[in-house]
């Protein structure tokens, strides 16, 4: 989930009160954990999944870490959104209110927050590197040591028995698999990732060329509203159509998940990987959009006759290598 205080977007999905839009939305992270839950049936990785998860499978664990929104630091860490979204309502008893609790008390203060940022744990779902780019990188602009490459990196050092890098708090091997289900979801969502940073004029701008002035970032196309649409970008880019639910989670897409290859790298470096390919991927998000000059950290764009085709080919190629790289990175740990 990007966590954008502008963000406006609408639907049972979104956490108006605190600005926060849900990557894929839940029926997306449905699809993921369940295309990975169709790959790994009958696999060790599956049988260990199980013993850690119990009666949750990875589609139900895939929106965890967006309900977890729902704990209030402000409120002694209780949960205030109960009832309210339905993908939420399998996590709403004492004892799995109290797991998300404590997660975000572990994870709210744990990282280097500037002046109006929110919990750290927010911040765990993204990283903003320039489209410019061809690949993701430490040291650019976006980037942090507590981005959505990191988070995930960290999550698979516990689930390696490893201790968990700062500055995350990972509890245990159930927790990790909670949150890693929904990262993997969010680091192929291209707007998670690649970024647009825009000048007054709605000209393009490389942030890592020259000082950056944070007044250029987009904020994951949060603040480009689309002319037409009562939305902007981001929250555009969230939504998936119905054809890509769970419901139609078949053989067919199984067998492209399963032609995925898999990645040649080391396995820590598989983040570092599947973040560079989103980049890339996010350049095609971006590409034939014209923006608007700046108006109170805002922009405005109007989308092109062919964009909405084009979003729902890279929504569906998206997903489902989401889906195959979650099964084989939990086959890889329990191969």
Not at 158 to 182: N, Y
Request: charged fraction near 20%.
């Amino acid at each position: 989930m990007r966590l954008r205080k502008s963000l406006l977007c609408c639907g049972i999905t979104l956490f108006i009160a605190s600005g926060q839009a849900l990557a894929w939305g839940p029926d997306g992270h449905h699809t993921v954990g369940a295309i990975a839950d169709r790959m790994i049936a009958g696999s060790h990785a599956a049988m260990e999944v199980k013993k850690i998860l119990g009666d949750l499978s990875l589609q139900d664990a895939s929106v965890w870490a967006d309900c977890a929104k729902g704990i209030d630091p402000s409120k002694d860490y209780t949960y205030q959104t109960e009832g309210k979204y339905p993908e939420c309502r399998i996590f709403e008893t004492p004892a799995r209110v109290a797991e998300m609790s404590d997660f975000v008390r572990r994870n709210d203060k744990n990282c280097t927050l500037k002046p109006g940022e929110e919990s750290c744990h927010k911040q765990y779902h993204y990283t903003d590197i320039a489209i410019q780019h061809d690949h993701y990188d430490p040291t650019f602009v976006g980037a942090r040591d507590d981005d959505i490459v990191a988070a995930i990196a960290a999550a698979i050092h516990v689930l390696k028995g490893d201790p968990v890098p700062a500055p995350f708090s990972f509890q245990d091997k159930r927790e990790v698999i909670l949150v890693l289900t929904h990262y993997v979801g969010d680091i192929h969502q291209p707007l998670h990732v690649g970024a647009v940073y825009l000048d007054t004029k709605g000209k393009r701008i490389n942030p890592d060329a020259g000082i950056f002035d944070p007044k250029t970032s987009t904020r994951g196309g949060n603040n480009i509203t689309v002319l037409g649409t009562s939305r902007n970008l981001h929250a555009l880019w969230d939504d998936i159509p119905s054809s890509l639910t769970v419901s139609h989670v078949n053989a067919a897409l199984i067998r492209q998940a399963a032609a995925i290859p898999t990645s040649a790298d080391q396995l820590f470096e598989w983040p570092t990987t599947w973040a560079s390919d989103t980049v890339r991927v996010a350049r095609k998000a971006f590409q034939g959009l014209k923006f608007s000059n700046r108006q109170n950290s805002h922009w405005n764009t109007t989308l092109p006759s062919t964009y909405r085709r084009k979003m729902f080919s890279i929504k569906q190629k998206q997903l489902v290598k989401a889906g195959a790289h979650l099964a084989q990175l939990l086959q890889a740990i329990w191969p």
